[in-house]
């Protein structure tokens, strides 16, 4: 905790977009695989995005693919989400997490580092 440093989350209406960015605050994670994942009220974390250390595989759960799509500037140490159509169901905290590997992954139980979360709310 503390090493991961979310922002860009807020208030939209439903069709709108928004960038979520990671970054990190004082380890370089430019190695590790990084994800996304959101917490809706009353219900489990759950995975949304991961990227491998080169950027090059990403993998989405399958109620944001198309719309979403995860992307990193190693130069920056920075992870974005990028969301675009979004939806009411979209609403909940947004994660950033990091784990010690090149591969990204969608089981949160394989990430080292978590983010505080960024609150993301689409108004319908």
């Known amino acids: 905790q503390g090493q991961l440093v979310e922002s860009g989350g807020g208030l939209v209406q439903a069709g709108g977009s928004l960038r979520l960015s990671c970054a990190a605050a004082?380890?370089?994670?430019?190695?590790?695989?990084m994800g996304w994942f959101r917490q809706a009220p009353g219900k489990e974390r759950e995975f949304v995005a991961t990227?491998?250390?080169?950027?090059?595989?990403?993998y989405y759960a399958e109620s944001v693919k198309v719309r979403f799509t995860i992307s990193r500037d190693k130069a920056k140490n920075t992870v974005y989400l990028q969301m675009n159509s979004l939806k009411p169901e979209d609403t909940g905290v947004y994660y950033c997490?990091?784990?010690?590997?090149?591969?990204?992954?969608?089981?949160?139980?394989?990430?080292?580092?978590w983010g505080q979360g960024t609150q993301v709310t689409v108004s319908s």
């Open positions: 004082k380890h370089t994670f430019g190695n590790y695989g």
């Open positions: 997490a990091a784990r010690i590997s090149s591969r990204g992954s969608a089981s949160e139980d394989e990430y080292d580092y």
């Open positions: 990227t491998s250390w080169s950027g090059d595989i990403t």
